[in-house]
């Protein structure tokens, strides 16, 4: 598809499982973000990727969180034992690199619920 | 990256001009100003952005005050699907970190018919 593409859309998990969150940018954009938006709450930066290499990870919330870029194309989120408070819509944007192009290109998200 | 601050609601009569403002007195010579907004359920959308000129696209205008420590959103013929929460961000583009953007509050725009 021509645009951001986020999966899976839901995922409903159990405390302490382990989850993983793919986003396959679009084509061309060689930087890629991850953001989280908990429920009622605004956007939280969690990390930013240049190719394959990430200089800002300074959003992730603890060492559960992790990611990963491949190929710089597709990138994986994975939260290692899920806890409650990692419930969250994960939201994935990417974008060219040009510095003043300004224009992230945001996916629609996967809901993730932990029980 | 600057600090911004927009009014949390605002509502719009349905064909009417949405003008949303932002304050970003403490903005520095090099930082744009950015506009995205999010509608229900959906990812941010861009809107528009800008330094010191003012801008238009086929979404909306964008009103940068002369001393830049200010702006306006404007759009010229809301709709009822410009229900969403709008975003103002001023940022100096930095190449360690891309575009990030650092999203505030917002705010949200309820047009009525």
């Known amino acids: 598809g021509a645009g951001v593409s986020q999966s899976p859309s839901n995922k409903v998990t159990e405390k302490g499982k382990d989850v993983e969150l793919r986003c396959d940018p679009i084509?061309?954009?060689?930087?890629l973000y991850w953001y989280r938006q908990s429920l009622g709450q605004g956007l939280e930066f969690l990390i930013y990727f240049q190719g394959n290499s990430a200089p800002d990870k300074s959003g992730l919330p603890s060492d559960r969180f992790s990611a990963e870029r491949t190929g710089g194309s597709v990138s994986t989120l994975t939260i290692q034992r899920t806890q409650q408070e990692d419930s969250a819509v994960y939201l994935c944007a990417s974008s060219f690199s040009g510095v003043n192009t300004g224009e992230l290109f945001f996916g629609e998200g996967s809901r993730l619920t932990v029980l | 990256d600057a600090k911004t601050t927009q009014p949390p609601s605002m509502d719009c009569a349905e064909g009417r001009a949405a003008n949303l403002p932002c304050n970003h007195s403490t903005i520095s010579g090099n930082e744009y100003v950015y506009w995205y907004r999010q509608i229900h359920s959906q990812g941010p959308q861009y809107i528009i952005h800008?330094?010191?000129n003012n801008e238009t696209n086929e979404m909306a205008s964008l009103i940068i005050t002369e001393d830049r420590k200010s702006s306006t959103l404007i759009l010229p013929h809301a709709t009822l699907r410009d229900t969403a929460v709008y975003y103002c961000?001023?940022?100096?583009?930095?190449?360690?970190?891309?575009?990030?953007?650092?999203f505030g509050a917002g705010t949200i725009l309820r047009v009525k018919s």
């Open positions: 961000i001023v940022r100096v583009p930095q190449m360690e970190y891309g575009n990030k953007l650092v």
């Open positions: 800008g330094l010191k």
């Open positions: 084509s061309g954009h060689t930087a």
